[in-house]
């Protein structure tokens, strides 16, 4: 009995999907970090490009400046 309670604490067949799991759910954590920090900047800049979208004549003016 004890023989077989030594065994299952050895065996490591699952080892290798945790650690896939414990990084994925790291850079899981960086991305969403990210989002909070740069998500005012990134909106911003798609605010921009969405105006420049819907009013080209505007965005050639502001270059011709």
Do not use: H, R, W
């Not at 989002?35 to 969405?50: A, N, P, R, S």
């Amino acid at each position: 009995m004890l023989s077989k309670l030594f065994n299952l604490l050895k065996e490591e067949k699952g080892q290798g999907m945790t650690e896939y799991g414990l990084i994925l759910g790291f850079i899981a954590l960086a991305v969403i970090a990210a989002l909070f920090t740069m998500g005012d900047v990134i909106k911003d800049k798609f605010e921009e490009i969405i105006e420049g979208i819907n009013n080209p004549s505007a965005q050639n003016n502001n270059q011709n400046q």
